[in-house]
């Protein structure tokens, strides 16, 4: 019997015109990842420490997590928080289903996904108010990870849409990696220091994805990136020299004003 993939979600890309197909030239991987506090409209940055990267969240702040496909092809992204697949809500893996983002696209995934037009938002919560601690999956909260898959194909702008194509036969050596890339996403729990923030299931918003087929290059992500979260006051106990807000650089605004300021008094 042939194992079709669960259905695959492309994020909508307003004017998009598909460009030649050149080789890849982007470095370390096709996909870059950051979160971003949604209520100060900024990245957050990361910071390097024990051979991972870190962000400082804000309990009660929503946050996106955001995704640069760098690569001049379609790439299926496969999205874990806390341990939790963000589409699905099952235990993060993998061989599950994902986000696909076309060549060159930026995409901000604001929450967990409760139908094709809406998420409940990630919002920075408690440990025990995280959805993967009131589904009773505390272990793996802290992280976000992504698997990162190639298109076995090329891909042409195709208005009809279908379910996922059948996995490539899986091969020995092939699913020892996906494992480990399993374990990379799933098993980072920290015994030094207990968490302070996880992920909670937000208020409803609007985000609308549809569905489309997508065949891997392989049953082994080509990229797997992982992101660890925590308060300012943990990343600080770790070692970890942290910026507050209010110290972060702003950024140059091409408008800095909405509207016409008084005149100098003479």
């Known amino acids: 019997m042939k194992r079709l993939l669960p259905?695959?979600?492309?994020?909508?890309?307003?004017?998009?015109?598909?460009?030649?197909?050149?080789?890849?030239?982007?470095?370390?991987?096709?996909?870059?990842?950051?979160?971003?506090?949604?209520?100060?409209?900024?990245?957050l940055r990361s910071y390097p420490a024990g051979g991972q990267r870190w962000v400082a969240g804000e309990r009660g702040h929503r946050y996106a997590v955001r995704l640069y496909n760098d690569s001049p092809r379609r790439v299926l992204v496969v999205l874990s928080v806390d341990g939790v697949n963000a589409i699905s809500g099952e235990d993060a893996d993998p061989l599950q289903t994902g986000y696909v983002l076309n060549p060159g696209q930026r995409a901000d995934i604001t929450g967990w996904r409760k139908s094709q037009d809406e998420v409940a938002q990630f919002v920075f919560s408690s440990p025990s108010g995280s959805y993967a601690s009131r589904t009773g999956r505390p272990d793996n909260i802290g992280v976000v990870g992504v698997a990162v898959f190639e298109e076995a194909r090329r891909w042409r702008p195709d208005p009809i849409l279908r379910r996922g194509l059948p996995l490539p036969?899986?091969?020995?050596?092939?699913?020892?990696?996906?494992?480990?890339?399993?374990?990379?996403?799933?098993?980072?729990?920290?015994?030094?220091?207990?968490?302070?923030?996880?992920?909670?299931?937000?208020?409803r918003e609007q985000s609308s994805v549809r569905d489309t087929d997508f065949e891997r290059a392989s049953r082994s992500p080509a990229q797997v990136l992982q992101l660890r979260y925590d308060?300012?006051?943990?990343?600080?106990?770790?070692?970890?020299?942290?910026?507050?807000?209010?110290?972060?650089?702003?950024?140059?605004?091409?408008?800095?004003?909405?509207?016409?300021p008084d005149p100098p008094a003479r």
């Open 7 to 43: 259905l695959l979600l492309i994020l909508p890309l307003a004017g998009f015109r598909p460009a030649p197909m050149p080789p890849p030239v982007y470095d370390g991987g096709p996909v870059r990842m950051a979160l971003v506090d949604r209520d100060r409209g900024t990245e």
């Open 169 to 203: 036969a899986p091969a020995a050596e092939a699913s020892a990696d996906a494992s480990a890339s399993s374990s990379r996403i799933e098993g980072y729990a920290s015994k030094s220091q207990a968490p302070a923030l996880g992920t909670g299931h937000g208020a």
């Open 231 to 260: 308060s300012a006051r943990n990343l600080r106990a770790r070692g970890i020299l942290v910026d507050s807000p209010s110290r972060l650089p702003r950024e140059p605004q091409a408008f800095p004003n909405r509207y016409v």
